[in-house]
């Protein structure tokens, strides 16, 4: 089908009854992170810098591949935010002794005390967003979140979300 065909008929279609739940979801991710990342970044800090110090204090991750899976980025794109965290002194990284394609990072001093510099404004930043909701609410959240997760990891990338699409994107 043509590119002018399929707009056209799109044209014809009208707009939804109702905003898609996955565009709303998109602008309200935005519009989180966007002021997530406002109030570190007026505290001096970044979301990679604040998710690296805690899985580190946390004790969760200590391999810098581990920690570009728990940050959600890739591994070259980590190497550049933890370039600066090890110029500001936060980390230190090291070669596995026993695998040494391995590079360990650790907090430094400097870096446990930024994460005690940062954890009750970004606690407060998450009693804001919470504002208004009781535990059940945020609960019944949370579960809506992942079924949105698992429907969107159940779907192939390339589309069949019409009309008599089945849970493998065919009618």
Do not use: C
């Not at 190497?79 to 596995?96: C, F």
């Not at 404004?121 to 698992?150: H, K």
């Amino acid at each position: 089908m043509s590119s002018d065909s399929t707009r056209n008929r799109l044209q014809a279609m009208g707009p939804p009854a109702r905003e898609p739940i996955g565009l709303e979801l998109a602008r309200t991710a935005k519009a989180v992170s966007r002021a997530f990342d406002d109030a570190l970044a007026e505290l001096g800090a970044s979301l990679p810098t604040w998710l690296v110090l805690v899985s580190l204090v946390a004790g969760r991750h200590g391999a810098q591949r581990d920690l570009a899976e728990a940050v959600g980025v890739e591994g070259p794109t980590l190497s550049h935010h933890l370039n600066r965290m090890e110029a500001a002194g936060l980390i230190t990284r090291a070669r596995d002794p026993a695998n040494r394609r391995v590079h360990q990072v650790e907090l430094t001093a400097a870096g446990q005390a930024t994460f005690q510099r940062l954890v009750d404004p970004v606690t407060g930043f998450d009693q804001r967003l919470r504002r208004g909701f009781s535990d059940d609410e945020l609960d019944g959240l949370r579960g809506l979140l992942a079924r949105l997760r698992a429907n969107v990891a159940a779907e192939p990338a390339s589309g069949g979300y019409g009309p008599g699409a089945g849970p493998r994107g065919r009618g």
